[in-house]
């Protein structure tokens, strides 16, 4: 082992680990090691909590699985015995008969050093207070002559613990990250990370996980900040990279003389790109053979069979379309042509029968009665039963299309058009779905598996929303223009603001007060929808965990 005096070469390894596959993320680690070695690295460092997987949740709470991880970091430290590159991993580590998020340098066949996380996050979707106990203060690790200090994620957004690795002599901080993506996220941990190196005076890496995690998305994005704020290291956002940098110590500090940056996605295509990875991780880490959907016509299922197909290939997609009476012949062309421009597997499935079916069975109990939402539903449901037989009888998981708008206010059907096992668009409103259909069809993103060009047909986005469940039908007969009650409800969800703040908006308080009723009475819809992909600040489920039965209303 060569002793660091003037020069480090410096390995950020952003993978997907699959949470619980040891095996796999030590098989991932190893081949990321030879990759390292062949670019002459002295040191690698993963993302946070990388052997196990992130975020682990109760899963560490089961002594054999803790115990499982200690052996695989313990295996790949006598790997290091062959004096090739240390590696800095995280594992859930028992100290003292208490259960820690640590980081563990390997290095000469041993685990040489470990360090304790201190400020677990219990916020959003993060609960590691309930799992973790926290470490103490640390101080820096003394690898080969270098003294680095390894803050855990959440350490580097207070001050407290770089300022101590700082004050005991550490010279670089190398910094193993499990931070979930959302819109303009990377600028937000550059900022943080900026006044970590302000207040410590050293240069900072920042390596971060990638892939999906149920709900979360680990976009990567690694990057470093030189001891005078520069930027000289950004890695690429939402794909896998290993790469070796050169840092030399110029005086009292250490620079990066060989960084690259990459430049990140714009919104649109950050957007898409985090929606496409979660759904292709929850199926393939799963093990689903592909995906199944109901292919109506509209946007939102046009814009989820596009994802899906960018994700999975078209060879493992099958769209179904089930009209109806109310389904408009234009509905059936446009869903045909979406599918045609997707290459994928197209099924029609007439409901008539079967909702016939339900008629005659409910007619006893129904007679007299006008008809109203209840016969609707009944549509909604056939086409969830029809879809979920398809699902069991030939293995794809069923994927559910209900946007952020529609879950808001809950204008979905339970057991119908909610049946599902994932929904890559649940956290975007309406408005938004328009713009990145038309952004797909403009723009191809490098790593998707679906065509170029125009994938779904114009006409779908630009006809008016309908459910079709009766004549004439159109979403705004009972909802205000999607601009404005897309606008109400980013205030009241991801803003938390009052009826008089939104109203100073230019809305109608009597609007805001029917919209706020509706948000608050679906919770019960929305605690039984499938999980889907979060991309903003605060999604419906880890982020914001209001009670089913409430009372409450807030009024001007």
């Known amino acids: ?64 699985f803790v115990r499982a991880c200690r052996r ?28 820690h998020n640590v980081v563990c340098l390997l290095d000469g066949g041993e685990v040489q050093a470990v360090r304790a996380k201190v400020d677990l996050p219990n916020y959003g979707p993060f609960d590691e207070k309930r799992v973790f106990t926290p470490g103490p203060l640390p101080g820096p690790i003394d690898f080969r002559g270098l003294r680095i200090g390894v803050p855990i994620c959440e350490d580097t957004w207070n001050d407290e613990v770089c300022e101590c690795l700082a004050e005991t002599g550490a010279e670089i901080l190398l910094v193993p990250n499990g931070s979930p993506y959302w819109a ?13 190196v302000v207040e410590s005076g050293l240069p900072l890496v920042y390596v971060n996980q990638v892939g ?45 003389v060989d960084g690259t940056r990459l430049p990140a996605p714009g919104l649109a295509e950050a957007q898409w790109r985090a929606c496409v990875m979660g759904l292709r991780d929850y199926v393939m880490k799963n093990g689903f053979p592909g995906v199944i959907l109901g292919l109506s016509g509209g946007i939102d299922s046009a814009i989820c069979a596009a994802m899906a197909v960018d994700a999975l290939g078209a060879d493992k997609v099958r769209c179904v379309m089930l009209p109806y009476h109310y389904t408009a012949s234009e509905s059936l062309e446009d869903a045909a042509a979406c599918a045609k421009a997707l290459g994928v597997a197209y099924d029609v499935v007439p409901i008539e029968p079967a909702v ?9 109990l129904f007679d007299g009665l006008a008809s109203n939402v209840a016969e609707e539903n009944v549509q909604a ?15 794809p998981m069923l994927v559910t299309t209900g946007n952020k708008s529609e879950m808001s206010v809950g204008y979905a059907t339970l057991y119908g058009d909610m049946n599902g096992g994932f929904n890559p668009i649940k956290d975007i409103y309406k408005t938004e779905v328009f713009k990145l259909a038309a952004w797909r069809n403009t723009h191809r993103p490098a790593d998707a598996l679906g065509p170029e060009g125009e994938v779904i047909p114009e006409r779908i986005i630009t006809k008016p929303p309908s459910a079709e469940l009766r004549p004439d039908q159109t979403d705004q007969d009972s909802l205000p223009p999607y601009d404005v009650l897309d606008d109400i409800l980013e205030c009241l969800v991801e803003r938390e603001m009052s009826v008089s703040q ?18 608050y009475v679906a919770e019960y819809k929305r605690r039984q929808a499938p999980p889907g992909v979060k991309v903003t600040s605060r999604n419906f489920g880890r982020d914001r965990r209001y009670p089913i039965t409430n ?6």
């Open 356 to 364: 016939s079916g339900f008629e005659a069975v409910l007619k006893p």
């Open 72 to 99: 695989h970091v313990e295996d790949l430290a006598k790997e290091t015995a062959d004096g090739g590159p240390a590696v800095l991993i995280g594992a859930p580590w028992m100290i003292d008969d208490k259960l």
């Open 1 to 64: 082992m060569t002793a660091i005096t003037d020069t480090l070469r410096l390995a950020l390894v952003q993978l997907n680990p699959t949470l619980g596959d040891l095996a796999g993320n030590a098989e991932k680690l190893r081949a990321a090691r030879a990759t390292a070695a062949g670019q002459g690295a002295d040191l690698l460092i993963t993302s946070e909590l990388f052997i196990s997987g992130y975020p682990p949740e109760d899963l560490v709470l089961k002594p054999a």
């Open 184 to 196: 303009d996220k990377i600028e937000e941990r550059i900022q943080v990370m900026v006044a970590r």
């Open 381 to 395: 449901r056939t086409r969830g039963v029809i879809l979920m037989a398809i699902s069991n009888k030939f293995g």
């Open 212 to 256: 999906g995690q149920d709900e979360l998305i680990f976009d990567g994005a690694s990057f470093a900040l030189e001891a005078d704020r520069t930027l000289s290291i950004q890695m690429p956002q939402f794909q896998e990279d290993i790469a070796t940098f050169t840092w030399k110590r110029e005086g009292d500090t250490w620079k990066c």
């Open 551 to 556: 009372r409450f209303r807030d009024k001007r």
């Open 502 to 519: 939104i109203e100073e908006r230019g809305h109608d308080a009597a609007l805001i007060n029917r919209i706020q009723n509706l948000l």
